[in-house]
């Protein structure tokens, strides 16, 4: 990128931080972060012009002020959680949502595939389960697997079980954003198989009250995955005025953020499924309840909030400038 159209892009935001002045820790963290990313990238590309001075003298502004102020690194944690990742749902909700369509497409193919071929299931699933569930299902105890193991083992071996594909499903984004498609592909055909396999027995609404209770944590999850590794592949596939190299670290570093993010949701998935999925006779309204909340949780966190907030941020500039 020249110098002028880089100066040109960012000029209004640096005289904002010059003149906006603010007490705020997390408004003086994110600055500092914002101006230190600019003056490594001026750096690089104009280490000897003015700019780089400029930014530089800058940047130690923001430092000095930071280390005045230091209340910022104890709620950084807690800022990460309630500012940081919801903004970044927002910036890239378009990848998250373009996950969750990649994931219903290929449930769709899953379900219709199993609904026209009686040896699909088989082939995705694998001849031992669907024998096993089909000796459960006649002894009248249908989601008897999840009783089989000690909850502990149980959820240390779905954590990390999940935790892993999450993690290889965020990094294949290197490859041009063509792996998560096709994890996302592949679990969304597997789900659609398994749900569809239920279904043929007779057995729909109950494995929705019962394997969803942690389905939904787990599959969303997986979604929010999937879309961090489309993030993490955009930086390559679209780096815009920004070298490919710049534009992946950029994209990189928020990918990995919303990786991240979404790890806890995953083990608490993982919890619900070892300790509260295998009580598989509990009564309707405390399934609906679990199930409902959960769904209404992962859309207000993920969704809802994180549109609020950019909308509340977004207006404050304009009611800041009106009070000047």
């Known amino acids: 990128m020249k110098e002028a159209l880089f100066v040109k892009q960012n000029a209004e935001k640096w005289k904002n931080y010059e003149a906006l002045k603010t007490d705020s820790p997390d408004e003086l963290a994110q600055r500092f972060v914002d101006i230190t990313n600019d003056l490594a990238y001026a750096k690089t590309f104009y280490p000897k012009s003015k700019t780089t001075a400029y930014l530089n003298g800058l940047a130690s502004v923001l430092h000095q002020a930071i280390y005045k102020n230091k209340k910022e690194e104890k709620g950084r944690f807690f800022r990460y959680w309630k500012l940081e990742l919801p903004l970044l749902f927002y910036t890239y909700r378009k990848q998250i ?23 699909f299931v088989r082939l995705i699933l694998g001849d031992q389960y669907v ?12 989601f008897g697997v999840y009783k ?34 096709f994890y996302l592909l592949r ?66 570093k928020d990918a990995t953020k919303i990786a991240l993010g979404i790890i806890p949701i995953i083990l608490l998935a993982a919890f619900v499924e070892g300790f509260v999925t295998r009580y598989t006779e509990m009564p309707i309204w405390l399934s609906i309840s ?31 400038s009106n009070n000047l």
């Not at 071996?157 to 792996?179: D, E, K, P, R």
């Not at 969803?212 to 592949?233: D, M, N």
């Not at 780096?239 to 994209?251: G, H, V």
């Open 97 to 119: 949502l373009y996950s969750f369509i990649f994931f219903v497409l290929a449930m769709s193919i899953g379900a219709l595939s199993a609904k026209y071929d009686d040896r």
């Open 131 to 142: 024998n096993m569930t089909n000796e459960n299902i006649a002894k009248g105890d249908p």
């Open 148 to 181: 089989k193991e000690n909850e502990f083992a149980m959820f240390f071996y779905i954590a990390a079980n999940n935790t892993w594909v999450s993690f290889v499903m965020f990094v294949s984004g290197t490859l041009f954003s063509i792996g998560p498609v």
């Open 187 to 252: 679990n969304g055909i597997m789900v659609g198989a398994f749900e569809y396999y239920f279904f043929s027995k007779g057995l729909g609404a109950q494995s929705i009250l019962v394997i969803w209770i942690h389905g939904t944590l787990e599959i969303l999850s997986i979604v929010v995955v999937g879309g961090a590794g489309l993030v993490l592949g955009h930086g390559l596939l679209f780096p815009k005025t920004y070298t490919r190299l710049e534009a992946f670290k950029r994209s990189g």
């Open 290 to 320: 679990i199930l409902a909340s959960s769904l209404m949780f992962m859309v207000w966190y993920i969704i809802i909030y994180p549109y609020q907030l950019a909308r509340r941020i977004a207006i404050q500039p304009q009611t800041s």
